[in-house]
C-alpha cells in the first residue's frame, strides 16, 4: 500500500532543484507549483453551481496527499481531455474519510469547473531552484483571482510539440515499455537456463506450416505458467482450442504507447532470419504429440553463436501497429533482403514520440533496452540485427537523430508571473 504524506513534494523536489530554470530579471514569479506525477493526481467527482462547492478526492495511484483544510489551488484543464492549463484558487473547508476534500470557489472560476482530471495543492512561494522551497502564506494565495488561464504556446509540427502533461506521460509510457522488454528478455536468459539454448522464433508444425510462437513457450517464465497449461501444443495457434487461450493476452506483450481499448494483438516481436539470434526451421515437430520432445532433439542455438557480443545484437523490437500480430501467431519482423529498417510496416515500429521524432524499443540480448530513433539508417541498424557478421559497430551510431535514450528531465511546471502593474499571469513551463 503507497503511503501518502503531505511532505512528499518537499522529498520528491529535492532531485529536480538544479534543473529548474531560473526566472529572468523581467519576470517576477510569485508562486510556482510542479505537476509532481505524469497523471493527474486528483479527480473532481462532484460540482454543486448553486453553493460554489467541488469535491475532490484523489486519483487511484496517486502518492500525494489531500491539503489540510485552508486555501489552495486547483489545478484544471480548459478544454476537455485538454492539458492542464487553468489554476482555480479554492478553500478547502472539509476534509472527508477516503481521502476526500470539499473545497469552495469564488464566482469567477464557475465556467472552468467540472469533473474529471485535477491537481490539489498549495503552491510554493517564488520560483522553484531560485529560493528554498517554503510554502507560499495563506495570505499570498488569498491574493489570487479566482481564475487564471495560461496562454497557449504556438505549437511545432513535429511529435515532440506536446504540452507539458502529454510530454510527462509519453515519457511514462516508454518507461513501461522499456520494462516490458526487459522482461520478456529476463525470460529468454532463464529459457536458455533451463533448455541450454535459445526458444525458437516459431515451433513448425508436422504439416511444415508455423503451430506455436516464442511467446507461447515464454509464458513459464513470465509467472504465466497456468494460461501455458491451457494451451494445447497438439494443434497448431489458431486452432478453437487455442484461440481461446489467444483471448487472455499477457499485459507484458501490449505496448503503452498503443492507444485504444484492450485487444490480442502484440507490440513486441523477435528479430528473425539466418543471420539473426532467432533462425528460422530450427524446431520441427515430427507429429502432434511431438511437443515438448522436439525441443531436445531441436539444432541447438545458444549464447556461443552471439559472436557479435550480446551488448551488440538485437532480440526482440517494437512492432508497427499495421502488423495486427494476434500475440499466439508465430509471426515476427524478418530481417532479410527486403528489411526495409525502423518506422516502416514491415520493419521494426517506431510508435513512441521523442522530441521532433518518433523511437523504436530494442531489447538487446544483453538483456538491456534502448531506443533508436527512426532517423538511423537500414544499413547501420542491420549490424546490431546480425548475431555474427563480424561488423565493426559502434552504440553511438544508434543515437543519430535523437535516438539516444533521454537524459533526466524536471517536472512540468506551473509559473505564477506578476507583472509591473501587479496583474498575474500563469504560465506552463
Known amino acids: ?94 476534509i472527508l474519510e477516503g481521502n476526500v476534500a470539499v473545497a469552495t470557489f469564488g464566482p469567477g472560476a464557475l465556467p472552468a469547473i467540472q469533473e474529471g482530471p485535477a491537481v490539489l495543492g498549495r503552491p510554493f ?44 506521460r509519453a515519457a511514462a509510457r516508454r518507461a513501461a515499455s522499456s520494462n516490458h522488454l526487459k522482461q520478456i528478455a529476463l525470460a529468454f536468459h532463464i529459457f536458455h537456463d533451463a533448455y541450454g539454448c535459445f526458444p525458437p522464433a516459431a515451433v513448425i508444425g508436422p504439416d511444415g506450416k508455423p503451430w506455436h510462437s516464442w511467446r507461447v513457450l515464454l509464458l513459464p517464465f513470465i509467472e504465466e505458467l497456468d494460461l501455458y497449461k491451457q494451451y494445447d501444443f497438439s494443434q497448431p495457434w489458431d486452432s478453437p482450442k487455442n484461440l481461446a487461450v489467444a483471448e487472455k493476452m499477457p499485459a507484458i506483450f501490449r505496448d503503452p504507447a498503443r492507444e485504444g481499448p484492450p485487444d490480442t494483438l502484440t507490440d513486441y516481436a523477435a528479430i528473425t532470419g539466418e543471420a539473426a539470434i532467432f533462425q528460422p526451421g530450427v524446431v520441427t515437430m515430427t507429429s502432434a504429440d511431438d511437443f515438448p520432445a522436439c525441443l531436445k532433439t531441436a539444432k541447438k542455438v545458444g549464447f556461443a553463436s552471439i559472436t557479435d557480443g550480446t551488448s551488440n545484437t538485437i532480440l526482440f523490437a517494437t512492432v508497427d501497429p499495421a502488423r495486427k500480430i494476434p500475440w499466439t501467431k508465430p509471426e515476427d519482423i524478418v530481417l532479410d533482403d527486403t528489411f526495409p529498417g525502423i518506422g516502416k510496416p514491415a520493419g521494426i515500429g517506431a510508435i513512441h514520440p521523442l522530441g521532433d521524432g518518433r523511437v523504436g524499443l530494442f531489447a538487446f540480448a544483453d538483456g538491456s533496452v534502448h531506443l533508436i530513433a527512426d532517423t538511423v539508417d537500414t ?47 500563469l504560465e506552463v513551463d
Open 1 to 94: 500500500m503507497l503511503t501518502r504524506c503531505a511532505g512528499i513534494g518537499r522529498v520528491f523536489l529535492g532531485s529536480w532543484l538544479l534543473l529548474m530554470a531560473v526566472a529572468s530579471a523581467e519576470e517576477r514569479v510569485v508562486m510556482s507549483y510542479p505537476l509532481f506525477s505524469p497523471a493527474p493526481t486528483h479527480r473532481i467527482v462532484a460540482v454543486d453551481a448553486t453553493t460554489r462547492q467541488v469535491r475532490i478526492e484523489l486519483a487511484e495511484g496517486a502518492m500525494l496527499s489531500i491539503p489540510g483544510e485552508g486555501q489552495a489551488v486547483l489545478v484544471v484543464a480548459s478544454k476537455k481531455g485538454g492539458p492542464l492549463d487553468t489554476l482555480v484558487r479554492v478553500n478547502v473547508a472539509e
Open 125 to 168: 512561494a517564488g520560483l522553484i531552484g531560485e529560493r528554498p522551497a517554503d510554502t507560499a502564506t495563506t495570505k499570498a494565495i488569498r491574493s489570487l483571482p479566482d481564475l487564471l488561464v495560461a496562454k497557449a504556446k504556438p505549437l511545432g509540427n513535429g511529435p515532440g510539440d506536446f504540452n507539458p502533461i502529454a510530454k510527462a
Open 379 to 425: 544499413e547501420t541498424l542491420r549490424k546490431f540485427l546480425t548475431r555474427a557478421g563480424g561488423e565493426v559497430v559502434d552504440s553511438s551510431d544508434l543515437s543519430s537523430g535523437g535516438g539516444a535514450p533521454p537524459g533526466p528531465s524536471r517536472p512540468p511546471l506551473l509559473k505564477i508571473i506578476a507583472a509591473d502593474d501587479g496583474t498575474l499571469r
